[in-house]
């Protein structure tokens, strides 16, 4: 029987209450059939004379409280690690080792990506930090973002208020990536950032306390726009960022859709990792993608296909072994117009692909 160290002492203390002897846990390793050992092997940090243990105060429970008592927050920071997970599909092109030379040096250097939706900004930076071993701490931005979110406040815990860190001082303090996903759709009070872009610490007023970077604090946003609005109305929710508040970030990335090479490799990698074989449906999804983003650029469409979508389509692909309808199901989101012209362009790429209407298969099934 796996035992948890929280559930095992909570166990014990209910049954014997807080101090224990050598009995007691024979008791209640015959009720859990357990073996005697297992138990006390456990519990060794609560041990406090032959055959004694107490279960309430012992070293780490009082570092922990002397801990929490010195930072404030409402429980003590858990110890775990923030590094990404590499990902075997992810394919760099574009910006992404300018990235990693930035993270590389831990030189504080606040970058700014800006792309259209779905290039794989986010996932960029994610696998940059992956690759090197960083923490990184993701933070998505959005209207209602205030400092309270993004510095601390106070909560509520047993009836006490309390001071809880902020992801942007538990970066800080840490000496991690700070990702500042969709920053343009920041209202104004995403300004409370503007010490911290300039790489000093920041004075948490509310608590009287100052707090410096550590070494390795570093800043990233991303965003649809420059952070000047969407004047074609696409990206609905993006603000016009305060200029000074950009002048902060010291340089700025376009990023792109990734070109057809490096698009059908990372289609062949998704493909591959849902064991999908068919390449030649990933080659005429590369192929379809360029087409409709090369009408979308001269003004032909007003959508465009995404990375993201080409993954999603191999992806339904992988779940409804039908091409027709992974395609279908994945561009319905689009209005009629557009989502006809885009059918159009595959049959295009794909001279022997016919997609079935809807009403012939209800027919046939007949
Ligand atoms: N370089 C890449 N390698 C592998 N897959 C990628 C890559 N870039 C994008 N993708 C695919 O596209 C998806 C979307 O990427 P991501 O979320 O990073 O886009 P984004 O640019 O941040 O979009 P948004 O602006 O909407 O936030 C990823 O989950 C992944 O499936
Ligand atoms: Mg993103």
């Not at 701490?137 to 601390?152: A, Q």
């Not at 809880?164 to 300004?191: F, T, W, Y």
């Not at 570093?218 to 200029?243: H, P, Y």
Request: proline share 4%.
């Amino acid at each position: 029987m796996a035992l948890n160290l929280e559930s095992l002492v909570t166990s014990l203390q209910s049954l014997y209450g807080e101090e224990i002897v050598a009995a007691d846990i024979r008791a209640w390793c015959l009720m859990n059939n357990t073996h005697y050992h297992t138990v006390t092997s456990k519990i060794t940090e609560f041990k406090v004379g032959r055959g004694k243990w107490n279960l309430k105060v012992v070293p780490r429970e009082v570092n922990n409280i002397e801990k929490a008592y010195q930072a404030p927050a409402v429980v003590p920071p858990v110890e775990q690690n923030l590094t990404p997970a590499k990902n075997d599909t992810f394919v760099h092109f574009g910006p992404f080792n300018d990235i990693k030379t930035i993270l590389k040096t831990s030189v504080f250097y606040p970058t700014f990506i800006t792309g259209l939706s779905g290039n794989g900004k986010t996932f960029s930076v994610e696998q940059a930090c992956a690759q090197l071993g960083r923490e990184l701490i993701r933070v998505n931005i959005t209207i209602e973002t205030d400092e309270d979110d993004l510095i601390g406040g106070f909560r509520l815990v047993d009836g006490a208020t309390v001071w809880h860190n902020g992801p942007v001082i538990e970066a800080m303090e840490r000496g991690c990536v700070l990702l500042l996903d969709e920053i343009d759709l920041a209202s104004n009070k995403i300004l409370c950032l503007q010490p911290i872009l300039e790489g000093n610490g920041i004075f948490l007023k509310k608590i009287g306390r100052f707090v410096s970077p550590e070494k390795g604090f570093n800043v990233i946003a991303t965003a649809n726009t420059k952070g000047k609005g969407s004047d074609d109305g696409r990206f609905i929710g993006t603000n016009v960022l305060n200029e000074a508040f950009l002048e902060r970030f010291p340089v700025t990335f376009e990023q792109n859709y990734p070109s057809p090479a490096i698009e059908k490799r990372i289609l062949g990698k998704v493909a591959s990792v849902l064991g999908v074989t068919d390449t030649d449906f990933c080659q005429r999804l590369v192929d379809w993608g360029d087409i409709i983003r090369k009408t979308f650029y001269d003004g032909g469409i007003d959508e465009i296909i995404s990375t993201r979508r080409l993954v999603h389509i191999v992806r339904a692909y992988s779940i409804f072994n039908n091409k027709a309808k992974a395609i279908e199901v994945c561009v319905n989101r689009f209005d009629d117009e557009t989502k006809q012209s885009f059918l159009e362009l595959y049959d295009k790429v794909d001279v022997e692909f016919e997609f079935e209407k809807v009403e012939d298969k209800v027919d046939e099934d007949n």
